[in-house]
């Protein structure tokens, strides 16, 4: 039963990387987002053109990311495996990955708000979509944080048949320093560092939804490593 | 199915293994057979840097193509820069990489911890130059009005160095986090004295990358 639990906490990963990007896609933030440099009236267009794109591609996107929610919490469990005596660093990573599920839900919904009323005052509108993105890919802290906690628990694994391959305790920490540079969306409104830009939009894209499919992934493998009949050396996972 | 073998030790479960001592275990892998030796470090730790340099490349691009697309504004702006500043910090960092080159190979041959440890601090004192100047750039920059706001340029070159400068301030927290654990245990530590000489290396590589593209290549 556990296993099976934990089975399906992995894949929530990647069920919530895909409704995430459909919704995304729907809304048409997806391939190129509405950029900061537009005018008020601009802005009210991208939500006029397709109300119910909007509305649907936004609220697709609410439910999607709200399905990371289950792997941070498998993630936390193999965690425990890795630090044993004190699990300071799976505590750590379980409230930090609550406050990722926070800063990924929120942002839609105030998207949605935006597209909400049409018909109001552009410049509100303007204002709520300011909101949404820089909310959406500023809050780097608690992302990068993340990466690092379970990269250090990944490192520090001193057993012979570590929980999850070394490689991914580095793969944290470069996608970790990949949400870096979305910090200049506070300074930009056009060029590669604004929000729609390519340091901030996609590197941010591609950061997370590599993160996503790497940890769902590798966690799926040391969940069937941890139930495999044997219990010795050769149940072990990928040292690669 | 729940059996106390399955509780984590703190709600009364066995302990799975021993538990991480302290942060200086990250980076010494699991012990393993004498591995290829043309792979400084451990494999793992080049997911983070060919990632790292990946990144970066994609900011040369983008220094590359808002030069092809303003080639004025790029050439007036690279303008306002000095060469000889950024050629001094070039310097002062390949400095840092030969100590640091030092220090690995009196490891490696076993000298005294206080031997390694002279050369770390020197590869320190490099990093503190290194940050003075840089912050002596931005100062005279920003005087003279020149912000990161002002031109697709100036938005790059502070973007870009100050999250060089990043890695550089990561990079002395690593030599130092160095210089104290080889002073307090006798264990050898050869995975990680190499992998933190590794990423020193790449943060030097790209120094050089960037002082070519941002002082040289786009002034021209």
Redesign the interface.
Known sequence: MTKHVQLACAWSGLVALVVALVGFTVAGVLPFPPGADLSAEQTVRFYADDPAGARIGFMLASVGVGLVAPLIGVIAVQMLRMEGRTPILTFTQMVLGAVTVVALVVPTIVLNVAAFRPERDPEITQALTDLGFILFFTPVMPFLLQNVVIAVAVLGDRSPTPVLPRWVGWANLWIGFVFVPALMAYFFRSGPFAWQGVFVFWLGFVGYGTWLVVMSLSVRRAVLAQYAPAPTATASPSMA | ??TDA?L???LGGP??????DD?G???D???RPPSDPRVPG???????LL??LT?FG??FV?VLVSRLREPEVVRESAAHLRPALGALNTVVLLTSSLLMVAAVGAHRSGRSAAVVRRLLLGVLACTVVFAAVKVGEYAHLLGAGLE??TT?FF??YF?LTG?HL?HLVVGAGLVLALTRLLSRSSRRRVALVRGVASYWHMVDLLRIVLFGLLYLVAAS
């Open positions: 199915m729940t399955d984590p030790h703190f302990p799975e293994h021993a538990a991480v942060l275990d990250v980076g892998p699991a012990p451990e494999p793992g730790l080049w997911v983070f990632g790292d990144v994609a900011f983008g990161p706001t697709v938005t790059l973007v999250i990043l």
